[in-house]
């Protein structure tokens, strides 16, 4: 069974600060997805990372994906407010079902 | 854009009621899914569908079936609603091998 761990769960920085969450998941897989949520909204795709060594970047948000390691992280630049959000990721084993992550929950304070 | 919507942001139903989720995409997506989101459980699946007629369980599919008569709409149906289901319930579609595009959520409370 496919599981998918993220950490922190919970992370509060300051604006302007830099900070990482990690993606860990258990089976081998070549592609990972991260999306943002906003509170009482739908998931919003950020990234998709097909392949090992895979880096993609969008503003102050970069996201990168191990296979070997089975590790995809998502690197948040000089934070801003608007940044605040959950942040999923979630793995893609094959057939194109995804096991999500249980979601790093993000607020950025002034 | 790929639109997926659903038939209700906001529902309330009794116990042992028969509730019916409607998912639409306009994107002529092969594949669609329901998800239930609860805190701290992240999103798990429900049921999932490769193609019209067809669907697949995913990770907990007891209390619920689905429909899938045509490629661009894919229902959720609790039989018998209980309130362990009470929940927010989100559709998605996508293409085969691509990202999933999710509809804005169903937010159901059973009493």
């Known amino acids: 069974e496919l599981k998918v761990e993220q950490n922190p769960l919970f992370l509060s920085m300051q604006e302007g600060k830099n900070y990482t969450i990690y993606c860990n998941y258990s089976t081998t897989s070549d592609r990972l997805y991260w999306y943002r949520q906003d509170p009482g909204k739908s998931l919003e795709s950020l990234f998709v990372?097909?392949?090992?060594?895979a880096v993609k970047q969008e503003g102050r948000l970069m996201a990168s994906l191990d296979t070997k390691a089975r590790l995809s992280t998502l690197h948040i630049t000089a934070a801003v407010h608007d940044l605040s959000a959950t942040y999923f990721c979630a793995v893609d084993p094959g057939a194109g079902k995804l096991t999500f992550g249980t979601g790093t929950r993000l607020q950025v304070t002034l | 854009d790929v639109k997926v919507t659903q038939s209700s942001r906001y529902l309330v139903k009794r116990t042992g009621e028969k509730v019916f989720l409607e998912c639409v995409q306009d994107?002529?997506?092969?594949?669609m899914f329901w998800y239930r989101q609860d805190p701290g459980l992240g999103l798990r699946l429900i049921y999932f569908?490769?193609?019209?007629?067809?669907?697949e369980k995913g990770d907990i599919p007891e209390g619920y079936s689905v429909s899938r008569e045509k490629k661009e709409r894919f229902s959720l149906i609790l039989e018998s609603a209980s309130t362990n289901q009470t929940s927010m319930y989100l559709c998605?579609?996508?293409?085969?091998?691509?990202?999933?595009?999710f509809g804005p959520g169903t937010r159901l409370t059973v009493t």
């Open positions: 990372l097909l392949s090992n060594g």
């Open positions: 998605a579609s996508s293409l085969r091998g691509h990202e999933q595009y």
């Open positions: 569908s490769y193609d019209v007629k067809m669907k």
């Open positions: 994107m002529d997506h092969e594949n």
